[in-house]
């Protein structure tokens, strides 16, 4: 084998984006509370980068703040005069015994009279009066503050402390409510916890503490698995205690597929009282850790509002959450000053980063509506009748009327929404596939779903559909459809099987 090292030149093309045009690609992709945010870090920190509303009359607020700054060093100078003298005096303040300190003890009195009533941290004189006005303020705040709610833990090892116990059951038993998951199950076997516990504790003593823990409200908690999490929140007295028990351990695969007459065969039940004790069954609680999660509402702020001008729906930009940016003339001025080289390169580069981000920003409002307006000129339909007249519709179409790439409308209409007289929408809620009926027209696929979920609803339960009978019965709507479709739509809708959805 021979090795050979040599150069050559080829010619190629290569695409590269450069770093501003990735920031300007982010900022498209931005949700209009994520946008505030990020414009909100920029005013932070480019100095030249302003709030038009807020630094509307730049002379006035220079003056202002001229007159602040000029009163805050004022404010400033004095109270360091004051501490400097306080420091001085403290230092001349030394007891002799063989000394009379009393003009000392004078001049400490008469200077603690001429601080503020309000510097309490550098321990003023404050009037009574004040104390009150500032603990009133403190118990307002207090009262009007959130509480954090009580978690599923300490509400159960408040009541854990009712019981009477030994010592060392309580500390286990406090151990295994610490552990419970958030469903409020035990995350492994009694044996296993009691291995990892820490402590030394008998198994006779685990199995008490977790009895005591499994009689605590809510029913259900302290169990080791679904079915004794069932079982633990039927009382005695229930009246279908006896098949409620029978269901639980041997046949919740059987009423999931709703074979009922095997259960009836397997165990004598009457079907009736089968029927009765599984509506029970289902107002059981498999979860009874859950209603104590705590979980933050994620806040919807819709971009865009569409309104009706002249028969036409007309998209509108909300910008009142993006406060509008500008160059601030002070900068500008400095710079058109020629000052130093080092300084101008400072205010040049700070001027150059926030004229892309107003650009980008101002690019980003005027694509997302251009994308907006023309998915709403396409989608009028569902706007005037309903969901069931939307239209299929693809980006690409989108991209088309826009004259932009199909990337760019994905990034658009990302977590964007659109505020509609139907109600308030993602984008993306417009967009979907279809097929075409018998006549040739397209029809979307959410239609289709609608048309179907209709049907089952309108169906013999004593009788229902098969997957194969729905395919007939959309075709009769002039839908063909394979019955693989059908399948995988009916179980996007949640809907269950013929089986499943009969009714004895």
Same mark, same amino acid.
């Given at each position: 084998?021979?090795?050979?090292?040599?150069?050559? #030149?080829? #010619?190629?093309?290569?695409?590269?984006?450069?770093?501003?045009?990735?920031?300007?690609?982010?900022? /498209?992709? /931005?949700?209009?509370?994520?946008?505030?945010?990020?414009?909100? +870090?920029?005013?932070?920190?480019?100095?030249?980068?302003?709030?038009?509303?807020?630094?509307?009359?730049?002379? !006035?607020?220079?003056?202002?703040? *001229?007159?602040?700054?000029?009163?805050? &060093?004022?404010?400033?100078?004095?109270?360091? *005069?004051?501490?400097?003298?306080?420091?001085?005096?403290?230092? &001349?303040?030394?007891?002799?015994?063989?000394?009379?300190?009393? %003009?000392?003890? !004078?001049?400490?009195?008469?200077?603690?009279?001429?601080?503020?009533?309000?510097?309490?941290?550098?321990?003023?004189?404050?009037?009574?009066?004040?104390?009150?006005?500032?603990?009133?303020?403190?118990?307002? %705040?207090?009262?009007?503050?959130?509480? @954090?709610?009580?978690?599923?833990?300490?509400?159960?090892?408040?009541?854990?402390?009712?019981?009477?116990?030994?010592?060392?059951?309580?500390?286990?038993?406090?151990?295994?409510?610490?552990?419970?998951? &958030?469903?409020?199950?035990?995350?492994?076997?009694?044996?296993?916890?009691?291995?990892?516990?820490?402590?030394?504790?008998?198994?006779?003593?685990?199995?008490?503490?977790?009895?005591?823990?499994?009689?605590?409200?809510?029913?259900?908690?302290?169990? $080791?698995?679904?079915?004794?999490?069932?079982?633990?929140?039927?009382?005695?007295?229930?009246?279908?205690?006896?098949?409620?028990?029978?269901?639980?351990?041997?046949?919740?695969?059987?009423?999931?597929?709703?074979?009922?007459?095997?259960?009836? @065969?397997?165990?004598?039940?009457?079907? !009736?009282?089968?029927?009765?004790?599984?509506?029970?069954?289902?107002?059981?609680?498999?979860?009874?850790?859950?209603?104590?999660?705590? @979980?933050?509402?994620?806040?919807?702020?819709?971009? /865009?509002?569409?309104?009706?001008?002249?028969?036409?729906?007309?998209?509108?930009?909300?910008?009142?959450?993006?406060?509008?940016?500008?160059?601030?003339?002070?900068?500008?001025?400095?710079?058109?000053?020629?000052?130093? !080289?080092?300084?101008?390169?400072?205010?040049?580069? +700070?001027?150059?980063?926030?004229?892309?981000?107003?650009?980008?920003?101002?690019?980003?409002?005027?694509?997302?509506?251009?994308?907006?307006?023309?998915?709403?000129?396409?989608?009028?339909?569902?706007?005037?009748?309903?969901?069931?007249?939307?239209?299929?519709?693809?980006?690409?179409?989108?991209?088309?009327?826009?004259?932009?790439?199909?990337?760019?409308?994905?990034?658009?209409?990302?977590? +964007?929404?659109?505020?509609?007289?139907?109600?308030?929408?993602? /984008?993306?809620?417009?967009?979907?596939?279809?097929?075409?009926?018998?006549?040739?027209?397209?029809?979307?696929?959410?239609?289709?779903?609608?048309? #179907?979920?209709?049907?089952?609803?309108?169906?013999?339960?004593? $009788?229902?559909?098969?997957?194969?009978?729905?395919?007939?019965?959309?075709?009769?709507?002039?839908?063909?459809?394979? $019955?693989?479709?059908?399948?995988?739509?009916?179980?996007?809708?949640?809907?269950?099987?013929?089986?499943?959805?009969?009714?004895?």
């Amino acid at each position: 084998m021979h090795l050979n090292i040599s150069q050559q #030149m080829k #010619m190629g093309q290569q695409m590269k984006l450069a770093p501003r045009m990735i920031q300007s690609m982010e900022i /498209l992709q /931005l949700s209009v509370l994520a946008l505030q945010e990020r414009v909100e +870090k920029e005013l932070a920190e480019n100095v030249v980068l302003e709030n038009n509303l807020e630094d509307a009359d730049v002379t !006035e607020t220079e003056i202002n703040r *001229e007159i602040e700054k000029s009163r805050e &060093e004022t404010e400033a100078t004095s109270f360091d *005069e004051k501490i400097e003298a306080t420091s001085l005096d403290e230092k &001349e303040l030394v007891v002799d015994p063989d000394k009379n300190n009393e %003009a000392d003890f !004078e001049r400490l009195l008469e200077m603690s009279q001429d601080w503020p009533e309000d510097n309490i941290s550098a321990g003023a004189k404050v009037s009574s009066n004040r104390v009150d006005e500032m603990g009133d303020r403190q118990h307002d %705040a207090m009262t009007n503050m959130e509480g @954090r709610p009580q978690s599923l833990h300490e509400y159960l090892v408040e009541q854990f402390g009712f019981f009477n116990y030994p010592e060392a059951v309580r500390e286990f038993g406090e151990y295994l409510i610490q552990n419970l998951d &958030e469903n409020g199950r035990l995350p492994g076997t009694l044996p296993e916890i009691v291995q990892v516990y820490g402590k030394s504790v008998e198994m006779d003593e685990a199995e008490y503490a977790l009895e005591l823990i499994q009689k605590l409200d809510p029913a259900g908690v302290g169990a $080791r698995d679904y079915k004794e999490c069932l079982l633990l929140q039927i009382k005695k007295n229930n009246p279908y205690a006896d098949v409620l028990h029978t269901l639980i351990t041997s046949h919740l695969e059987d009423i999931q597929q709703n074979r009922l007459p095997v259960i009836h @065969r397997k165990t004598g039940y009457a079907i !009736e009282e089968i029927k009765d004790a599984i509506l029970y069954l289902q107002k059981l609680n498999p979860w009874p850790g859950r209603g104590f999660e705590t @979980r933050a509402v994620q806040r919807v702020t819709p971009d /865009l509002s569409v309104e009706l001008v002249k028969d036409r729906y007309v998209v509108k930009l909300e910008n009142e959450y993006v406060p509008e940016l500008r160059i601030s003339p002070r900068y500008v001025k400095m710079l058109k000053a020629k000052p130093d !080289e080092k300084t101008k390169e400072y205010i040049k580069k +700070k001027i150059e980063s926030a004229q892309w981000l107003i650009d980008s920003i101002a690019q980003r409002q005027n694509t997302l509506k251009k994308v907006a307006q023309s998915i709403v000129d396409r989608q009028s339909e569902f706007l005037n009748k309903g969901p069931e007249h939307i239209h299929p519709l693809k980006m690409q179409q989108v991209a088309d009327d826009v004259k932009v790439h199909v990337t760019t409308v994905s990034r658009a209409v990302d977590d +964007k929404w659109i505020q509609t007289p139907r109600g308030l929408f993602p /984008l993306k809620r417009f967009f979907g596939g279809g097929t075409q009926t018998a006549g040739g027209e397209e029809v979307a696929w959410d239609i289709i779903r609608l048309k #179907m979920k209709d049907i089952v609803d309108n169906e013999d339960k004593k $009788r229902p559909l098969s997957d194969d009978a729905l395919v007939l019965k959309l075709a009769e709507h002039g839908y063909k459809l394979a $019955r693989r479709t059908v399948t995988k739509y009916r179980k996007k809708l949640d809907i269950p099987s013929s089986r499943q959805r009969r009714e004895y």
